[in-house]
């Protein structure tokens, strides 16, 4: 069974609630709309923030990230408040390595979650693994 269905739903109750700062402070709640269908999908996901950009990593094999591309509407509800914004992907595996580096200074403990170590220097200790990383990933 995909734990996401089990894991997704009770993420959501738990950041929409008076609850929600039980959850780390990466955790963000994205509402898009499906391009074709018209239904409005929300998801859970962990974000670094870049100046005024919110940096998010999807794993190429999720489908909700399809819908921005081109670029889409979202809704975002972050620590108790709802906003709205533009959504981006990018799959450019250039653009992917250079914002994950980003993402994994700013977030050390997704180096773990990930199993990519970063040196004393924020480069990967395994440049070989980090480029196949890379590849599996959106931003």
Do not use: C
């Amino acid at each position: 069974m995909n734990w996401q269905k089990l894991y997704n739903p009770f993420v959501i109750w738990l950041l929409r609630s008076p609850l929600h700062s039980l959850m780390d402070e990466s955790a963000i709640l994205v509402t898009i709309t499906g391009r074709k269908s018209g239904k409005k999908y929300t998801v859970p996901v962990s974000y670094v923030r870049d100046g005024d950009t919110l940096l998010i990593i999807s794993q190429r094999e999720h489908t909700w990230w399809k819908n921005l591309r081109g670029g889409a509407q979202v809704s975002l509800f972050m620590h108790g408040h709802s906003m709205n914004a533009r959504g981006e992907m990018f799959s450019d595996t250039e653009m992917v390595a250079h914002r994950l580096l980003l993402f994994l200074r700013q977030f050390p403990r997704y180096q773990k979650r990930i199993h990519i170590k970063l040196d004393a220097n924020g480069q990967p200790e395994n440049p070989e693994a980090f480029k196949r990383y890379v590849q599996d990933v959106i931003i």
